[in-house]
């Protein structure tokens, strides 16, 4: 299981994935953010569907795509369960609708050919024509539906009887598997935990379907490799309903044929909270890992490594135009800024591509050209930050520290019904996308806190809050908030407005009290502070010789200051002189 925040390349590898093993074996993918997932059809009683419901319908169309060298696979089981879920929403008599839910059930357990529309359509009738107007609707089409899977001769009514014996066996059918499938469609229209009861048996249906595919006429030796069932977003409903019975089986011994890709939004979930963790190196040797006793130890949680450098420089290469002159210090310069996340890097390519033709060298300057009618940082934010209503309130937080220093924010910056209620709420949605905050940071990815910085610095984009009042009112509160108790985090958001001079006096002050990887470490600390002015003279003061008071600190901490700064890649000449001015940093 993949798992991340956006945008580091998870979806694309199911997706490479899905190319692979499509027409080699049986492969289906699914996406749990897309908006078939969210409700019913029109008309489709929600007492009658569920996300998980509609994956596996989803699922089991995919993997009955035809596969070179191997017949194809039917699903008999699960559709005959899927009919009796159906059947719970068949009380409005809406013929339309019910003719195509149950034509579209029907067809999973049919190896196609020209008169997959005759069988079909004559029991889809016969189904239709059972339904009094008064009376019990489920029990009433199960029951024509087993008479019409009895009486009819083709293999797929054949397949759809065996399909249907399978149900003798649910819990407190005593083998009747008309009992059996009316018990599924209760519980499934009762909802909660009954619901949870059913779809675990529709899952386990699927996954029977395709045992018997892999040990049936056809032999397994005919089937290059296994089923893969890819489920991407998995912790939306749609896939971790399916996720967890999958887990739930698997501890109870029923391993299965199936081999189970998926995409997971964030570092984790609670129903995964024994999985192992492994990057992704680690999991292509030997990994040492040993399922345990839970469901969720029979998951394994795997990390995508970010962007190589060279990989920063291919994909920038591959999207400007050939022969377009790209400068030697652009590559490294969008690395730096994106740490390698995949997305950022291929539209930090994209803005390259249409911008150095003007000029544009900098990722700054890219990150503030227009990208189809707003900056490239919106647009950025926008992809890694979908659907936030709050995204102004989460620039100003991004300057935050912790939790404490967020809610001061919050309460000197918004409106009195924001409060700690709402930092809770931002930190929730922060932690399900992936970037939990630290005790560093309210937003602990930096290049995702590097484009909220920037919507804090312009407002809603590069020509809004010229003046920088936003910026300079929540550092000010900060700086106030820490006061004397904290000089450290006082000087970061001091330097932060543009005066050095607090950070220049404490620094020349413990430069003979602290041990040396502690005062370097406060360095780093107030040198991480973002840049906002509109003229940059960090490189300049770095290289001055004037006898400025502390200027070996002065200059140190520009140099640091100019040198963390993933908006602008340092000059050389202004870090060169970094052991010198290290050792003459108390003058």
């Known amino acids: 299981m993949l798992a991340g925040a956006r945008g580091l390349g998870k979806s694309s590898a199911l997706r490479e994935l899905r190319t692979a093993y499509r027409g080699r074996t049986p492969v289906a993918l699914i996406d749990g953010e897309e908006a078939r997932f969210d409700r019913p059809p029109p008309g489709r009683p929600p007492a009658s569907w569920s996300p998980a419901y509609e994956a596996l319908s989803a699922i089991a169309e995919q993997l009955g795509e035809p596969v070179d060298g191997a017949g194809r696979i039917t699903f008999p089981r699960l559709a005959c369960g899927l009919l009796a879920v159906a059947a719970g929403g068949w009380g409005d008599r809406g013929l339309t609708r019910i003719c195509a839910e149950a034509e579209r059930v029907l067809l999973l357990s049919d190896t196609g050919g020209w008169l997959a529309g005759r069988w079909v359509g004559k029991t889809v009738a016969r189904l239709v024509s059972s339904m009094s107007d008064q009376g019990p609707v489920v029990e009433a089409i199960i029951e024509t539906a087993l008479e019409a899977f009895s009486e009819g ?27 059996g499938l009316v018990l599924l469609s209760r519980h499934f229209r009762a909802g909660g935990d009954a619901r949870t009861h059913a779809e675990h048996h529709l899952v386990r249906a699927l996954l029977a379907d395709l045992d018997d595919a892999y040990a049936g006429v056809v032999p397994r030796t005919q089937r290059a490799g296994r089923p893969v069932i890819l489920l991407d977003n998995v912790q939306e409903a749609a896939g971790r309903r399916l996720l967890e019975s999958v887990l739930r089986d698997r501890t109870d011994g029923r391993a299965g044929q199936v081999a189970f890709f998926a995409g997971l939004r964030g570092q984790g979930h609670p129903a995964l909270r024994n999985a192992a963790r492994r990057t992704l190196p680690e999991a292509t040797r030997t990994s040492g890992w040993a399922p345990g006793g839970t469901p969720s130890s029979h998951a394994l949680l795997v990390t995508l490594p970010p962007l190589s450098p060279d990989d920063t420089r291919h994909v920038i290469e591959a999207a400007c135009d050939a022969g377009q002159s790209i400068p030697p210090q652009l590559p490294p310069g969008i690395h730096r800024l994106t740490g390698g996340n995949p997305l950022g890097t291929a539209l930090m390519a ?40 709050h995204l102004d309130e989460l620039a100003v937080l991004a300057i935050a520290h912790d939790h404490d220093s967020a809610v001061a924010l919050a309460e000197s910056q918004f409106p009195a019904d924001f409060g700690e209620s709402g930092v809770r709420a931002l930190e929730d949605r922060l932690t399900a996308e992936g970037h939990a905050p630290t005790s560093d940071h309210f937003v602990s990815d930096p290049f995702l806190r590097t484009l909220l910085l920037l919507r804090l610095r312009h407002g809603r984009d590069a020509h809004r809050d010229p003046d920088h009042v936003a910026w300079r009112d929540a550092h000010r509160a900060l700086s106030a908030h820490y006061g004397s108790a904290r000089p450290l985090h006082r000087a970061h958001h001091e330097l932060a407005l543009g005066n050095p001079d607090f950070a220049i006096a404490h620094l020349h002050d413990t430069h003979h009290s602290m041990e040396p990887g502690e005062w370097l470490a406060a360095l780093a600390f107030i040198a991480s502070a973002p840049h906002h002015t509109p003229h940059d003279d960090r490189a300049t003061i770095a ?43 108390g003058a």
């Open 153 to 179: 001769m083709s293999s797929s009514h054949r397949r759809l009887r065996r399909g249907a014996v399978w149900y003798r066996d649910h819990p407190n059918a005593a083998g009747n598997p008309k009992l």
């Open 350 to 389: 994209e803005a390259a591509r249409r911008h150095l033709p003007r000029g544009l060298t900098a990722p700054a300057d890219l990150l503030l050209a227009d990208a189809t009618g707003s900056p490239t940082y919106r647009l950025l934010l926008d992809r890694l930050l979908p659907d936030e209503d």
């Open 543 to 585: 290289l001055d010789h004037t006898d400025a008071a502390h200027r070996h600190v002065r200059r140190l901490l520009h140099t640091a200051w100019h040198a963390a700064d993933p908006l602008t890649p340092p000059a050389p000449e202004a870090t060169a002189g970094w052991p010198s001015r290290l050792s003459a940093g």
